[in-house]
């Protein structure tokens, strides 16, 4: 009480009306920290909020990216992204599709046609037809495709802050080999982008003790090892990488994951092929005993190695650096990279698809490299006494101009351009005819094995049937099949056909009249098969 009467004299007042300046100046204090906290909150707010938006826009242009190549300016370059997947859906939806040798002997699972056939069902939603399906399938395998965008932003954002992890994705989003190979309906493609998403899963920069992700991350394991069976050593690698010294019950909860989905996959190819397994089972013994990959064509075992330098070229150098430098960030990416590397170069037949799931991992890791070497950048404009925000913009513009020259390189080189224009034509004639009168028979000529070449039913999606004679004898013999002829090589004018449309070296050619029937020749078995199934 003394201490309060000092106080009202020196400041003049009662105590009653110090204590009540008291009050308010507490009040004053709270209010002002109240309004800096929802400040802070706002701004953290629509920090996170931003980030959100800015990801969804990267994410968008890796999906549009990718289908670039797919709807913009259609290629295939190996003829299974369409008569290992899009065919047998196609077959099942519509009842229409040539049986390629694999369907034939059930070498192969149905896990990816039987996602195409759900897609082309919905598509049947909006239209009906290669216009509405294409593009449904498309987008969905894009979408895919433009995950490991999001999880190098998800594994750079704790490290490098949101700019960094934007400009990590966006060397992801934008990278030439995951632009041109992303969206395509191939098992490489769909188990290399499984992977890196169950990695981050299991290993996102943090322990992971949710039995929940644990069990996701094991189930998407086995999805990569139920989709590109070849891929089992990377996954082993995986798994035991991010267990090791963990406790019984991570590890439990990791292998129910893979079992799960291995049970599943166990169910289907007993529905859809008779036991269990069957189509890993055939595909070992057709392809190890029976050697049917080795007639496809055998390479080198340093054909790999040096066929990525060549498609990387000048940005070759680009690329080790800053591989090198993520992978001090997120080694496990390299190494299974490296293993992937390592397993398929021990194979005798060899294809540059097949280390699509390599070429995924190595590029996120780019990414980080890219982010890494921006900060560092910014940091060093920063110490040369710049301000922060200049700085960090300086470096991100660097960053982004050097990795959009190194990707350009890529996309422009020899081997992608080269790929862009595979099929193209056929492709493009097939859909012509796909828009035009219902044939009665549809006839290819001129290419060798131009059932490869024009997409079978997909594109065609007519119930015609479809013959491709060999040589001017067979074309003079079957003629009368079909009343549509698509060739690279003009036929006899005795036959009839008169040329409607050309597109590139595709020309399209029609005659009058009604079509004979014919058999249709079934697709061709492997030289080591043809005498199996003779017996």
């Given at each position: 009480?003394?201490?309060?009467?000092?106080?009202?004299?020196l400041i003049g007042g009662s105590p009653l009306l110090l204590k009540?300046?008291?009050?308010?100046?507490?009040?004053?204090?709270?209010?002002?920290?109240?309004?800096?906290?929802?400040?802070?909150?706002?701004?953290?707010?629509?920090?996170?909020?931003?980030?959100?938006?800015?990801?969804?826009?990267?994410?968008?242009?890796?999906?549009?990216?990718?289908?670039?190549?797919?709807?913009?300016?259609?290629?295939?370059?190996?003829?299974?992204?369409?008569?290992?997947?899009?065919?047998?859906?196609?077959?099942?939806?519509?009842?229409?599709?040539?049986?390629?040798?694999?369907?034939?002997?059930?070498?192969?699972?149905?896990?990816?046609?039987?996602?195409?056939?759900?897609?082309?069902?919905?598509?049947?939603?909006?239209?009906?037809?290669?216009?509405?399906?294409?593009?449904?399938?498309?987008?969905?395998?894009?979408?895919?495709?433009?995950?490991?965008?999001?999880?190098?932003?998800?594994?750079?954002?704790?490290?490098?802050?949101?700019?960094?992890?934007?400009?990590?994705?966006?060397?992801?989003?934008?990278?030439?080999?995951?632009?041109?190979?992303?969206?395509?309906?191939?098992?490489?493609?769909?188990a290399g982008h499984l992977l890196v998403v169950a990695i981050w899963?299991?290993?996102?920069?943090?322990?992971?003790?949710?039995?929940?992700?644990?069990?996701?991350?094991?189930?998407?394991?086995?999805?990569?090892?139920?989709?590109?069976?070849?891929?089992?050593?990377?996954?082993?690698?995986?798994?035991?990488?991010?267990?090791?010294?963990?406790?019984?019950?991570?590890?439990?909860?990791?292998?129910?994951?893979?079992?799960?989905?291995?049970?599943?996959?166990?169910?289907?190819?007993?529905?859809?092929?008779?036991?269990?397994?069957?189509?890993?089972?055939?595909?070992?013994?057709?392809n190890v005993l029976y050697g049917v990959s080795s007639t496809f064509?055998?390479?080198?075992?340093?054909?790999?190695?040096?066929?990525?330098?060549?498609?990387?070229?000048?940005?070759?150098?680009?690329?080790?650096?800053?591989?090198?430098?993520?992978?001090?960030?997120?080694?496990?990416?390299?190494?299974?990279?490296?293993?992937?590397?390592?397993?398929?170069?021990?194979?005798?037949?060899?294809?540059?698809?097949?280390?699509?799931?390599?070429?995924?991992?190595?590029?996120?890791?780019?990414?980080?490299?890219?982010?890494?070497?921006?900060?560092?950048?910014?940091?060093?404009?920063?110490?040369?006494?710049?301000?922060?925000?200049?700085?960090?913009?300086?470096?991100?513009?660097?960053?982004?101009?050097?990795?959009?020259?190194?990707?350009?390189?890529?996309?422009?080189?020899?081997?992608?351009?080269?790929?862009?224009?595979?099929?193209?034509?056929?492709?493009?004639?097939?859909?012509?005819?796909?828009?035009?009168?219902?044939?009665?028979?549809?006839?290819?000529?001129?290419?060798?094995?131009?059932?490869?070449?024009?997409?079978?039913?997909?594109?065609?999606?007519?119930?015609?049937?479809?013959?491709?004679?060999?040589?001017?004898?067979?074309?003079?013999?079957?003629?009368?099949?079909?009343?549509?002829?698509?060739?690279?090589?003009?036929?006899?004018?005795?036959?009839?056909?008169?040329?409607?449309?050309?597109?590139?070296?595709?020309?399209?050619?029609?005659?009058?009249?009604?079509?004979?029937?014919?058999?249709?020749?079934?697709?061709?078995?492997?030289?080591?098969?043809?005498?199996?199934?003779?017996?």
């Amino acid at each position: 009480m003394q201490r309060e009467l000092l106080i009202s004299s020196l400041i003049g007042g009662s105590p009653l009306l110090l204590k009540r300046r008291s009050a308010s100046f507490r009040a004053i204090r709270s209010g002002v920290l109240a309004a800096a906290e929802c400040k802070q909150r706002f701004t953290r707010f629509l920090s996170r909020r931003s980030a959100k938006f800015a990801l969804a826009l990267l994410v968008a242009l890796a999906i549009l990216l990718r289908l670039q190549p797919i709807l913009v300016e259609p290629s295939a370059v190996w003829p299974d992204e369409i008569f290992q997947t899009s065919e047998p859906a196609h077959r099942l939806v519509f009842g229409s599709g040539l049986v390629a040798w694999e369907f034939q002997l059930g070498v192969r699972s149905w896990i990816l046609p039987g996602v195409i056939a759900g897609l082309m069902e919905l598509s049947r939603i909006i239209g009906n037809g290669p216009d509405y399906y294409l593009p449904v399938i498309a987008v969905g395998f894009a979408s895919l495709a433009a995950v490991p965008v999001v999880c190098c932003f998800l594994w750079c954002r704790p490290l490098f802050g949101i700019t960094g992890a934007l400009l990590a994705g966006f060397a992801v989003a934008i990278a030439a080999e995951p632009v041109y190979f992303g969206a395509r309906t191939l098992s490489e493609a769909v188990a290399g982008h499984l992977l890196v998403v169950a990695i981050w899963v299991l290993e996102p920069g943090y322990p992971v003790i949710s039995r929940r992700r644990l069990f996701v991350g094991g189930a998407l394991l086995g999805l990569v090892l139920a989709t590109r069976v070849q891929l089992a050593p990377a996954v082993a690698v995986a798994m035991l990488w991010t267990n090791w010294r963990a406790d019984r019950g991570r590890l439990a909860a990791t292998v129910a994951g893979v079992a799960a989905i291995l049970a599943a996959v166990g169910v289907l190819d007993t529905l859809t092929l008779g036991y269990p397994f069957a189509s890993v089972w055939r595909y070992v013994l057709y392809n190890v005993l029976y050697g049917v990959s080795s007639t496809f064509g055998v390479e080198p075992w340093p054909y790999y190695l040096l066929g990525e330098l060549g498609v990387w070229g000048g940005a070759g150098a680009t690329m080790l650096l800053l591989t090198a430098i993520g992978a001090w960030r997120l080694p496990l990416l390299l190494v299974v990279s490296v293993v992937i590397l390592a397993v398929h170069s021990g194979i005798a037949h060899k294809e540059y698809r097949f280390i699509y799931p390599a070429i995924v991992a190595v590029t996120v890791l780019a990414g980080v490299g890219l982010a890494q070497m921006a900060s560092w950048a910014r940091e060093w404009l920063i110490g040369r006494t710049m301000a922060g925000t200049a700085a960090a913009a300086i470096s991100a513009a660097l960053a982004v101009a050097w990795w959009g020259v190194a990707s350009s390189q890529v996309w422009n080189g020899a081997t992608l351009t080269a790929y862009r224009r595979w099929m193209h034509d056929s492709l493009a004639a097939a859909s012509f005819v796909a828009h035009g009168p219902a044939p009665c028979g549809v006839g290819l000529y001129g290419l060798g094995d131009d059932w490869k070449a024009y997409g079978g039913y997909t594109y065609f999606h007519r119930p015609a049937p479809m013959y491709w004679p060999k040589d001017e004898a067979a074309l003079a013999a079957t003629a009368g099949a079909f009343d549509t002829l698509l060739y690279t090589k003009p036929p006899p004018a005795a036959l009839g056909f008169a040329t409607a449309h050309c597109i590139g070296e595709v020309c399209i050619a029609q005659r009058a009249g009604s079509c004979r029937t014919v058999p249709m020749i079934p697709l061709p078995l492997p030289d080591p098969l043809v005498e199996l199934a003779r017996r």
